[in-house]
């Protein structure tokens, strides 16, 4: 295989991996926006704590989406840490995310419906770009090539045999 054509293939790997991503992340964030919009008016809470429950009920949908969806051939054997190393970049999401949202209703006072949505909107691109790559990279780690084949060598195992079809002679 040439360079280029391994440059395309990782290309079109990467391309598939961040539109998966982008549709988890597309459900999560309606979640993240629905939650804070109806905390927001069905409670008195302030804007950023509305927008921390809405963003702690996001995680946990993009979780499960992560690991079922986008991520889900990769590295399974450690549950327990994977879950940790995404719930400690979830929560540095949130900080990120929220603090863009403190910054503009307490530092500047802008505080409307509308602006409390754009600048919530926002923290959400600036902490994804952050989480796609945290996530990628440390979290649902790619299988390394040798227990990736010897996967895909024990599956094939499993499967049951075909019976092969005897193909008649050729005539010459």
Excluded: C
């Amino acid at each position: 295989m040439s360079e280029r054509s391994a440059l395309r293939v990782r290309l079109d790997r990467l391309t598939r991996e961040f539109a998966k991503f982008g549709a988890v992340g597309g459900v999560g964030l309606l979640v993240d926006l629905g939650v804070f919009n109806l905390v927001r008016h069905v409670t008195e809470l302030p804007v950023v704590r509305a927008s921390v429950i809405a963003t702690v009920v996001a995680i946990g949908f993009n979780y499960l989406g992560f690991r079922y969806f986008t991520y889900r051939d990769r590295d399974k054997s450690s549950r327990t840490k994977e879950l940790t190393l995404f719930l400690l970049f979830s929560v540095a999401g949130l900080v990120i995310q929220n603090g863009i949202l403190y910054a503009a209703t307490y530092g500047f006072g802008w505080d409307t419906p509308l602006q409390s949505n754009f600048f919530k909107f926002f923290g959400i691109g600036v902490a994804t770009l952050f989480r796609f790559w945290s996530y990628r990279t440390w979290v649902f780690r790619t299988l390394p090539a040798r227990e990736a084949v010897q996967t895909a060598e024990s599956f094939l195992e499993q499967a049951p045999k075909q019976p092969t079809r005897k193909q008649p002679d050729a005539v010459l």
